[in-house]
């Protein structure tokens, strides 16, 4: 076999994202306030670039002259004639003391003060609410003080690691005990389960939705009986909302059993809950929609707490000079590079998400004059057609970001959707259709709710269209809307 090099030409189109281009794609998708930990970050990292705030604008401190006019560090040292030299040693004693004074009056140099932007981190820790103790934790601490024999205590402890976030005891008994361990019995257990359900929030280590109601309603200091047979022994038809059956197996009015009802309002399907909330990270919008006050609305950024950037001045200059060494000039120009690169991809994301946002404003003007039922349908590609951008960059623009509007703080994400078309030959979103559906089960009357097919009747009376049934209890399950027997009130 002979083995040989040839050459060949060949035509090809490739697409090649440069470094400066996937930077600015991920400073696009940076909510306000990931890019604010971004931008504080790059500060840190690159010594080329700062914050022009006004504590910034001076990175050099001038000295600062004494009354007369000259500067004690730098008096010429003129020996006295004297034998004893008094004169001269006490000025050389008091140097420190001027060079201090010096450098107090003058300040001292600083590449980057921003103390504007430690200010608001500061502010920010002091706001942000101290998480509380877990489930877990909260319970072992009431577990410390029960008295009980070591046993006891020991299958106690057991038994709280076994309950989860809800509340609820998680595993049986069975399972927990140990035969070939001398730790604690099976009565032990029972006997650690009893104290448990004793501890607070009232219906912690129930092992069943039953359990926890009952446990929660031995708590209460009103007599409770009534409520207690109403969940032992008709929990699932109270569930399904058959109040005329229980009416009639307890042999009371329906009336006596709504009584209990709205007693139980108050008791919790989720006690460990109250311990252990998620705490919900906040929200800022990124951009604001107001009146302009001639029919139409404004769009501006929200981005008042943004620091301003800039390239440091004597790194800049330091960059220029022909005597510098090849590697430090080198580290100099790559930092100089990616921080200009950094501030035009923050101005190109100021720009792109307002064009985008205007361009929203401008197709969904009926949703902010008037509410949710005028939400049109909008794809992303109308607007990346209005904005001259690709798809991909209006939804880069819109990811995780909130937008403050008449209509409240709104997901720039949910302004876009599709839609069906009515018979009057308008355009009509889901969310609009989602709204409708919500309106008309607000107004029903609860004695006779309306079911699927009565909706989508009422539908086609507001000008919706033709919906199919199935599509109206999609609809009603995604809005968390249960079947009419269960929305009926007696």
């Not at 991920?26 to 010594?47: D, F, G, M, T």
């Not at 080329?48 to 604008?57: D, I, M, T, W």
Request: net charge negative; aromatic share 6%.
């Amino acid at each position: 076999m002979k083995m040989s090099m040839t050459g060949q030409m060949r035509m090809e189109q490739r697409m090649k994202l440069a470094p400066r281009m996937i930077q600015s794609m991920e400073v696009l998708q940076l909510p306000v306030l990931a890019l604010l930990e971004k931008i504080e970050q790059e500060l840190n990292n690159n010594p080329v670039l700062e914050s022009n705030e006004p504590q910034a604008q001076e990175t050099e401190s001038a000295p600062v002259a004494d009354d007369a006019g000259e500067i004690p560090a730098e008096r010429t040292l003129v020996v006295s004639d004297d034998k004893n030299r008094q004169a001269d040693f006490e000025r050389l004693a008091d140097a420190d003391d001027e060079i201090q004074e010096l450098f107090t009056r003058a300040g001292t140099f600083s590449r980057r003060v921003d103390t504007e932007l430690s200010d608001r981190k500061q502010e920010a820790m002091q706001n942000t609410p101290q998480s509380g103790p877990s489930l877990y934790d909260y319970l072992m601490e009431q577990w410390r003080l029960i008295d009980a024999t070591d046993a006891v205590k020991k299958a106690g402890r057991t038994i709280i690691n076994f309950i989860d976030d809800r509340g609820y005891l998680t595993v049986r008994l069975e399972q927990l005990y140990n035969k070939d361990k001398k730790d604690y019995t099976l009565e032990d257990l029972q006997k650690a389960l009893q104290l448990v359900q004793q501890l607070e929030p009232a219906g912690v280590g129930a092992r069943d939705l039953k359990e926890c109601l009952l446990i929660q309603l031995a708590q209460q200091s009103e007599d409770m009986s009534f409520e207690k047979r109403l969940i032992a022994e008709h929990l699932d038809k109270l569930l399904a909302n058959q109040l005329p059956e229980i009416a009639k197996k307890m042999n009371c009015s329906i009336d006596r059993v709504k009584l209990a009802i709205e007693k139980m309002r108050k008791l919790d399907t989720s006690p460990g809950l109250l311990v252990s909330k998620d705490q919900n990270p906040p929200i800022m919008p990124d951009l604001i929609v107001e009146p302009d006050g001639q029919g139409g609305y404004e769009v501006h950024l929200a981005d008042t707490s943004m620091p301003s950037l800039r390239l440091n001045g004597y790194y800049l200059k330091m960059a220029r000079d022909r005597h510098l060494d090849d590697e430090t000039r080198r580290f100099l120009q790559n930092n100089i590079r990616s921080a200009q690169w950094f501030m035009d991809a923050i101005e190109q994301r100021k720009n792109t998400m307002l064009r985008v946002a205007r361009s929203i404003v401008e197709h969904q003007k009926e949703f902010f004059d008037k509410g949710q039922l005028y939400l049109r349908p909008l794809p992303m590609s109308v607007v990346a057609a209005d904005v001259g951008v690709h798809v991909a960059t209006v939804s880069r623009a819109v990811a995780g970001k909130y937008i403050q509007s008449p209509q409240g703080l709104l997901s720039l994400r949910s302004l876009f959707g599709g839609g069906t078309e009515t018979p009057q030959g308008d355009s009509q979103s889901f969310d609009a259709i989602r709204a409708n559906i919500q309106m008309i089960v607000d107004q029903e009357d609860k004695s006779a709710p309306l079911n699927d097919d009565q909706i989508r009747d009422k539908l086609r009376e507001l000008g919706v269209g033709e919906i199919a049934r199935r599509t109206v209890a999609k609809y009603r399950k995604i809005m968390n809307i249960p079947t009419a027997r269960y929305r009926k009130k007696y």
